[in-house]
């Protein structure tokens, strides 16, 4: 999916990929951030499955929100511990090579990677030059 900045990209990459886990349970995600880091992605998750805004989550005030930050955290830590959730972040990720062969690293189940901010990965370039 390609859309400019602030469009909504993370909100839809974040809601697919936590739809997709809970509506198969034999799903595992593999879900990389070329933009954001492991926790922001954290709490962008945390926010859809709490219903709260990213300052809530980050910052919990009343016990209320605090309760449903907790509780959706257990979700999350639920996924990783099966090894349903993997979430990889731009500071694991520079260059595409180390990262297309890694598909043994991951349960052997149905998986689905989702790539957020796929314009900042590094590729190489093969230039195919012909003589005449």
Known sequence: MAAETNKGKTAFLTNLCLDLLKTNPHL??????????????TNRFLGILTGLPINDVQRPQKDNPKQKVENAYEIL???????????????EITHIMPWS????????????????????????????????
Request: charged residues 25%.
């Open 28 to 41: 595992s995600a593999v879900y990389f951030s070329l933009d954001d880091n492991k926790d922001m992605i």
């Open 101 to 132: 062969g890694r598909s043994s690293i991951w349960p052997k189940t149905t998986w689905v990677v989702l790539i957020n901010g796929l314009y900042n990965l590094d590729v190489e370039s093969h230039t195919v030059v012909s003589e005449s």
């Open 77 to 91: 830590k639920g996924y990783a511990s099966k090894g349903r959730l993997d979430i990889r972040d731009q500071g």
